[in-house]
């Protein structure tokens, strides 16, 4: 199976991401499974955004003072102004969801009961452990 058919799944066999969920799962399992995978897809446009952060002050200290051109600079302010806010809100959307799917394993361990080891089972079965 090549990968593109694992990611977005065939007619006969679903997605990579739901191959694992199972429709007996409680609905707050199957919502923080799916945030997990949003917060990884996160993760990774935020380390995309520290990239162009480090080209943009590459390009800056380029332009500016090692005697490349005024326009190479200004656009390494730019570039860079542009991806701080990116990482800024990247990273206020990580937490933020991080937060949530926590508060989602704590809601769905009271209501099991608080039974000993529920937490890293969750944890883990979400690929935070």
């Not at 003072?65 to 200004?74: F, N, Q, T, Y």
């Not at 302010?77 to 542009?82: M, T």
Request: aromatic share 6%; charged share 15%; glycine share 12%.
């Amino acid at each position: 199976m090549r990968l593109s058919e694992a990611l977005r799944g065939t007619a006969d066999q679903p997605s990579l991401y739901r191959r694992a969920w199972r429709e007996t799962d409680n609905p707050i399992v199957i919502e923080a499974r799916a945030q997990t995978l949003a917060i990884q897809r996160l993760q990774i446009w935020l380390r995309l955004a520290y990239s162009a952060l480090a080209l943009a002050a590459l390009l800056g200290y380029w332009g500016f003072a090692e005697g490349g051109s005024k326009a190479a600079g200004i656009a390494g302010v730019v570039l860079g102004a542009f991806a701080l806010v990116c990482v800024f809100v990247l990273r206020t959307g990580i937490a933020h969801g991080r937060a949530n799917v926590n508060a989602m394993l704590q809601t769905l361990e009271g209501s099991r009961g608080g039974h000993a080891g529920s937490s890293e089972d969750n944890s883990t079965s979400l690929g935070q452990g």
